[in-house]
């Protein structure tokens, strides 16, 4: 039996990148998916790959949130796991010193008002089922800080971290789990672009990673299918932590 058969998955930022990767490793093993996206042209992209719904959505914003879940209980009949994906992490957010409110306020509108508005619509229906899988990422960066600051970034994801915790022990009696996904650096293409052609950037990060890479995409997406599986019935209010090492480490390998 595939490891999400049956279920239903609403996969938020599933238009690329780790999304994307989530909703065709979730769709292969068996979950229905509804792939959603700020871009609605990406989200119907992967949504024909993987035989699943297009939704476009702005997680900013309460009534598309509210539109989003209720088109995939439509569809499908019920909702199991929301893998609360979507994030941004743009130019203009850096050190505190630097960073205006403008920028500040737009990572938190889709960062942390995005998380707060769709556990606040999605967890219902799992309610409704009588239980489910909420994903929230976070990232390593809410546990360790940084001289290289995205301070908005940031902040956002530590404040993901606490709402997750906080979420996981409200709803556990209602058999609805509640777990934060924290990421170390991916090879993503947004990732990638903050770098640039900047070698000397990446290798100050890279000195910090026992591993000495980057995840692959796959490799936090093979986290979060355990998380979205019963495999994982036991483990909720966690800080599920994916990155090569970086937040046990003192002196790296040379």
């Known amino acids: 039996m595939k490891r999400l058969e049956g279920k ?3 996969i938020t930022g599933a238009g690329g990148g780790m999304g994307a990767d989530a909703a065709v490793l979730f769709a292969e093993e068996g979950a229905q998916v509804a792939v959603a996206d700020v871009d609605r042209a990406a989200a119907e992209k992967v949504a024909s ?36 994906n979507a994030g941004i992490s743009p130019a203009d957010d850096a050190s505190i010193l630097d960073t205006d409110l403008a920028a500040w306020e737009r990572v938190q509108a889709v960062n942390t008002r995005g998380v707060y508005l769709c556990c606040k619509h999605g967890i219902p229906y799992l309610l409704r ?10 990232s390593f960066v809410a546990l360790v800080g940084a001289a290289t600051s995205q301070i ?16 996981g022990v409200q709803f556990a009696r209602q058999g609805v789990r509640v777990n934060a996904l924290c990421p170390g650096p991916v090879e993503t293409p947004l990732l990638l672009s903050i770098w640039g052609d900047d070698r000397a950037a ?7 990673i026992p591993m000495g890479r980057l995840a692959k ?17 036991y483990v909720n209010a966690a800080t599920f932590v994916v990155d090569g090492g970086i937040t046990g480490a003192y002196v790296t390998p040379e």
């Open 49 to 84: 790959e993987v035989g699943g719904l297009a939704v476009q959505v702005d997680v900013s914003d309460e009534e598309s949130v509210q539109r989003m879940y209720l088109a995939a209980a439509e569809r499908f009949g019920g909702i199991d796991v929301l893998y609360n």
């Open 202 to 208: 990446a290798e100050r990060r890279l000195v910090h």
């Open 129 to 138: 089922r009588e239980g489910g899988s909420v994903i929230n990422v976070a």
């Open 217 to 233: 995409p796959r490799e936090i997406v093979n986290a979060a299918l355990f998380l979205a599986s019963d495999e994982s019935s």
């Open 152 to 167: 908005s970034y940031t902040a956002s994801k530590g404040a993901v971290l606490a709402m997750t915790r906080e979420l």
């Open 8 to 10: 239903v998955c609403v």
